[in-house]
């Protein structure tokens, strides 16, 4: 016990390093049994840290969940670890990183106190590593988020990348020490800007939207470009999902979890339902990101569309910025949050406490048998009498705070059209997977999107 202790001790002094690109220290800290981390995110920043040092790139590798679907055991691994699976025999032909069954690892599990607690390790590699080139290792090549924003705003600044990378490197103590090269913040850069205008792509794009508003003057799209010619975002409604709001727009749900196109941009619909109980189309775009600035385009050009209509509700994930974007640009319109999302993390977030089974069930009651404001008090007060240790755990407090977003006794004051999740987007999402792939470039989705819509409906 005195072994892990100070070798908790040894990792705290040294953690600062773990969440910072610019300061990668000088002395190496071992993996020991017994080592302990608040969560199994710190302990693969600290691999990830001592696999700089020492010249090598690590991966995740397995695994393991309980049956309440908690995340209890994981595995870190050198980059090296298996064996190469090629069709050819001719060294020409080799993968450019080649495996060599490197058996170097880490391995940890969830402990009493919510600790993770290495179990397993291997240091040993069976090939050479080189502390000098690490920053060169695809694994190394990070950039934490301080270090993102700082580059971004320096380079909508019009400063030039190699005097940004310089003053990076001057503030990380040399160039030696950054994880990333001046290549790698340019490739960032370009990321995030996303798409180039060009033909084929988003030239392709506008000339498709065009050629549909021709066809159909009812045909609204609008197309967010910044002043070196990047798309950014895109939103676009034909005459049926603008007739379909005018006759069922009260309600619509918002979900942005649905990733397509090989340019990773979150595809955005708007989905309601008709009379019949089946899911309309309100609209939909494709975002450079999901940040607060992004969503009240999105959400003020949909406005735009439906001629500045607003709906009485909205349904969304529980983001954080999706809150803000709201009250700014449907300042009317009541905004519930996704039960079954909620609802969903609740082993994740109580799982680790006594009698959480009991926990669990008590809670759904609360949230689920209680018919109106005062009966839930109640109930839940009764639940925190029982189990005060709830009291100061985080996640059960904010969502408490935001009660009238969520628990059903006090939204159903609000008309939702049978409607308490994002679940619909969802299952229009997985649909729409039988036209769309990761490769598929900006105009072919627009277009088997379209295809899909008819067939759908």
């Not at 100070?6 to 020991?32: R, T, W, Y």
């Not at 600044?157 to 790698?184: C, D, F, H, Q, W």
């Not at 925190?384 to 009238?404: A, V």
């Amino acid at each position: 016990m005195g072994e892990s202790q100070s070798a908790s001790e040894e990792f705290e002094q040294h953690n600062s390093a773990l969440n910072d690109d610019n300061d990668q220290g000088d002395q190496i800290v071992l993996p020991k049994l017994g080592m302990k981390f608040n969560n199994a995110d710190d302990l693969f920043e600290f691999y990830i840290s001592y696999s700089f040092k020492t010249g090598f790139s690590c991966k995740k590798r397995t695994c393991k969940r309980d049956h309440h679907g908690a995340l209890n055991f994981v595995t870190y691994s050198c980059t090296k670890e298996g064996k190469n699976h090629s069709v050819s025999d001719s060294p020409v032909n080799l993968p450019p990183t080649q495996r060599t069954n490197c058996k170097a690892k880490i391995s940890a599990r969830l402990c009493e106190g919510e600790k993770w607690m290495i179990s397993v390790f291997t240091l040993e590699h069976n090939h050479l590593n080189s502390p000098s080139k690490s920053r060169y290792l695809r694994g190394h090549k990070r950039i934490n988020t301080a270090t993102k924003k700082k580059v971004l705003v320096n380079d909508k600044a019009g400063i030039r990348m190699n005097k940004i990378y310089g003053a990076l490197a001057v503030e990380g103590g040399g160039y030696e020490s950054l994880p990333y090269n001046e290549k790698t913040l340019r490739n960032m850069v370009a990321r995030e800007k996303k798409l180039e205008l060009g033909e084929g792509d988003a030239t392709a794009l506008l000339n498709h939207f065009t050629n549909m508003q021709n066809r159909d003057p009812n045909f609204f799209y609008r197309m967010d470009i910044d002043e070196t010619g990047c798309l950014k975002n895109v939103f676009w409604a034909d005459n049926r999902c603008r007739e379909s709001y005018k006759e069922f727009g009260e309600i619509f749900t918002f979900d942005t979890t649905y990733l397509t196109n090989k340019y990773e941009m979150p595809f955005a619909p708007f989905f309601g339902v008709n009379h019949h109980g089946q899911s309309i189309l309100f609209g939909c775009g494709l975002l450079s990101n999901e940040e607060k600035e992004t969503f009240a385009w999105l959400f003020r050009s949909w406005l735009d569309c439906m001629n500045k209509i607003a709906p009485q509700g909205i349904i969304t994930d529980q983001y954080s910025s999706m809150k803000w974007v709201v009250e700014r640009v449907f300042k009317d319109t009541k905004h519930r949050w996704c039960l079954w999302h909620i609802m969903k993390k609740i082993p994740e977030k109580l799982r680790r406490y006594e009698n959480y089974l009991k926990i669990k069930c008590r809670m759904k009651k609360v949230v689920y048998d209680t018919q109106c404001p005062a009966e839930f008090e109640q109930h839940l007060s009764d639940m925190l009498q029982k189990y005060e240790s709830l009291k100061q755990n985080k996640w059960f407090n904010k969502l408490y705070k935001e009660k009238h977003r969520w628990v059903p006794c006090f939204v159903k004051t609000t008309f939702w059209a049978g409607m308490s999740t994002t679940q619909r987007s969802e299952s229009m999402n997985a649909f729409f997977d039988g036209y769309v792939h990761s490769r598929t470039s900006l105009k072919q989705f627009v277009e088997k999107f379209d295809n899909a819509l008819r067939y759908k409906m």
